[in-house]
């Protein structure tokens, strides 16, 4: 089946690589000529484990391709999936639906082969109603279906998501656009992943609920590891005693510095504002924003408080290890380490910091922090070493090293990534989450 794919951002290019992998023909479109380009050569614009490798390979074998021209490339296409960009707008929270919008019009205006217009972007209920309004008004004479398909890949794990998913969700309000689905994903359903047909507004919900559903989950540990800090109780305890429950499960019970991410901070806020929109408020969600923004800047006294407090911090020097919002990404938005990296800042610490792939996005965002080589270079003359994101690189450091670099052998992990017992054994006042 021939395949296109508006958007060669994160989701419009891992799905379009994985799509192509299935042996369909694939064109991923993006109006930038400068990321196209780099695409063409075997240039990823972002860092994600296996996919130059997927993009490179299905490139050779003549399935995927790169265009900046929609008209051209959506000529026979039978699916055309629309995978832009729907930041929060500013100002009000809202998803910004200008680039889906527009993209349908462009569809539109050049459809001339029977499609289904599929909406992969995250999108506020009714946005597949005005896509569908869009593409009547442009005149366009060909059979078409809009039907909404949400993701849900992580990144850093996304080529795995999108070929081992737990569920395939479709929202559609016609035969012919289930049938299409049914085609694009036939190798899954070979696969035996359970696809479930909703209709299409149902199916836009899903991708917030499942999102909000999870920060939930996530801001619940996150309180209990406060609440385990005061009564001296171990929140890894707690969170395998509620996560062998199977009506709980074992799942995103990490407790750490608070989500972030490209997802669950935009996709929350924006669920706020449908739920302001139709009158139907949704509290829980209002507290977990609430309680992830201030978790953040909590996170930055912790460490400040492990520097001797607020009036110890003038001339102090902290080591971040690890910047990005997890692992296995360069991704910067809404990393809690921004966050902590300001409160330190504004305390008089100086702040040495090393990621393994985020530096070069996260120097721009943090220019008072100064990146460093490896973490045993940034924690070099540091009065404290703060983990804040896990990557594997952190989980052996060798410290009798860092200790033999150190002004002072003082840990504050804020991923629970090393033992405490080990820690203190090793020599280090260490400080956790959740873990008294
Ligand atoms: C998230 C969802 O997990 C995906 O299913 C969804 O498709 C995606 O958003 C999206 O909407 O596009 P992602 O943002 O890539 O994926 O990252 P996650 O692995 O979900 O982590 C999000 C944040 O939660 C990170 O800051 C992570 O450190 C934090 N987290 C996660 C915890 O603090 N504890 C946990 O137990 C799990």
Known sequence: MKIAMVGAGYVGLVSGA????????????????????????????????????????????????????????????????????????????????????????????????????????????????EVERILR???????????????????????????????????????????????????????????????????????????????????????????CEKVGGNVQDVARGIGLDNRIGPKFLHAGPGYGGSCFPKDTLALLKTAEDYDSPVRIVEAVVKVNDSRKRAMGRKVIEALGGPDATRGKRVALLGLTFKPNTDDMRDAPSLVIAQALIDA??????????????????????????????????????????????FRALDLERIKAVVKAPVMVDLRNVYDPAEMRAAGFAYMSIGRA
């Open 137 to 227: 008004d442009s005149g366009t004479k060909a059979q078409f279906a809009v039907v909404s398909n949400p993701e849900f890949l992580r990144e850093g794990a996304a080529i795995g998501d999108f070929k081992r998913p737990d569920r395939i969700v479709i929202g559609a309000e016609d035969e012919f656009g289930r049938q299409i689905m049914k085609e694009v994903y036939r190798p899954l359903f070979l696969n035996k992943a359970p696809i479930l047909f909703t209709s299409r507004r149902s199916a836009e919900l899903i991708k917030y609920a499942a999102n909000a559903f999870l920060a939930t989950k996530i801001t619940f540990i996150n309180e209990m590891a406060d609440l």
């Open 18 to 129: 994985c799509l192509a992998d299935f042996g369909h023909e694939v064109v991923c479109i993006d109006k930038d000529p400068a990321r196209i380009s780099r695409l063409q050569n075997g240039i990823m614009p972002i860092y994600e484990p296996g996919l130059a490798e997927l993009v490179s390979g299905n490139m050779r074998a003549g399935r995927l391709a790169f265009s900046t021209d929609l008209a051209e490339s959506i000529k026979g296409a039978q699916a055309i999936f629309i995978a832009v960009g729907t930041p929060s707008r500013r100002g009000d929270g809202h998803a910004d639906l200008s680039f889906v919008y527009a993209v349908a019009k462009e569809i539109g205006a050049n459809l001339r082969d029977p499609a289904v217009i599929v909406t992969k972007s995250t999108v506020p209920v009714g946005t597949g109603d």
């Open 348 to 393: 008089g610490v100086e702040v040495m910091a090393y990621d393994p792939e985020g530096m070069e996005l996260a120097q721009p965002l943090m220019p008072g922090v100064t990146m460093c080589a490896s973490p045993y270079a940034a924690a070099d003359g540091a009065d404290a070493i703060a983990l804040v994101t896990e990557w594997d690189a």
